[in-house]
């Protein structure tokens, strides 16, 4: 949306300078944009790649020593206001999670995640999560938690010494399926060894092209997402956090 915005704007000053036909041209490109990402399945297309990079293990480890969880998923602005755990769009990481952490009763919970945006302050996703996973009955010492990063590159590094497991147990990553790309290739680049485990998926595998009109405002979203994912990917390896433009398994 801040592309369709920025042809918009572009437009009315075109017109304003009186160039009037470059001022229509960036007013029917934003249109058309704009079409194309809230009724077609364009975002799906952008996203499926992403999301279809890593899956999870075809065999789930059977000794798993920490389940670590990217933040994200929980309203930290609506959270701190309302006093409760906001679940956002990606909240599947953290429900998936728990689940995790009742399939592995012995592994550590380690959250990663402060606050992203610093024009709306809120409540970090670690903080939340401490309380919603204390509320749902997960012992306080099976939870580590880190709020100070505000970004993967930082999640990162500021967990890379949390990761403490014994020799022949994983560590598994729980983050959305279109970040995992990404994530996996800044793990990879500090040397940390850790497992994918992909949640929160947008797409069907292998989405076809053509007309989606039932959830305009989802395609938007989505596609807004994948946009943002890939730009991240590139600038990541152009500044040197991953040494693969598309991190492979």
Do not use: H
């Given at each position: 949306m801040s592309l369709v915005?920025?042809?918009?704007?572009?437009?009315?000053?075109?017109?304003?300078?009186?160039?009037r036909r470059l001022g229509a041209g960036l007013s029917l490109g934003a249109l058309v944009l704009l079409g194309l990402f809230a009724f077609t399945t364009l975002g799906a297309l952008l996203i499926a790649p992403l999301e279809n990079r890593f899956a999870r293990p075809a065999t789930a480890p059977d000794d798993v020593g920490v389940i670590l969880v990217l933040g994200g998923g929980f309203g930290g602005v609506v959270s701190l206001a309302r006093g409760n755990e906001e679940l956002r769009d990606s909240g599947d990481r953290f429900v998936e999670?728990?689940?995790l952490a009742n399939r592995y009763p012995n592994a550590k919970i380690v959250v990663t995640g402060g606050v992203g945006n610093p024009f709306q302050p809120g409540e970090t996703d670690a903080d939340i999560a401490r309380r919603f996973y204390q509320r749902l009955g997960v012992p306080a010492d099976r939870l580590v938690f880190e709020g100070e990063s505000r970004n993967t590159a930082e999640n990162v590094e500021f967990t890379k010494s949390l990761l403490e497991v014994a020799p022949g147990q994983s560590v598994l990553l729980v983050t959305s399926a279109f970040h995992m790309p990404r994530s996996m290739g800044i793990f990879r680049q500090a040397g940390v060894d850790v497992v994918p485990w992909p949640v929160d998926y947008r797409a069907v595998p292998e989405p076809g092209f053509g007309l989606e009109l039932a959830e305009p405002s989802f395609n938007v979203n989505t596609a807004s997402v994948a946009i943002k994912e890939w730009i991240g990917l590139l600038a990541y390896y152009?500044?040197?956090r991953t040494d693969a433009l598309f991190p492979a398994p």
């Open positions: 915005f920025l042809l918009i704007l572009a437009g009315i000053l075109a017109y304003w300078r009186n160039w999670a728990l689940y152009w500044s040197g």
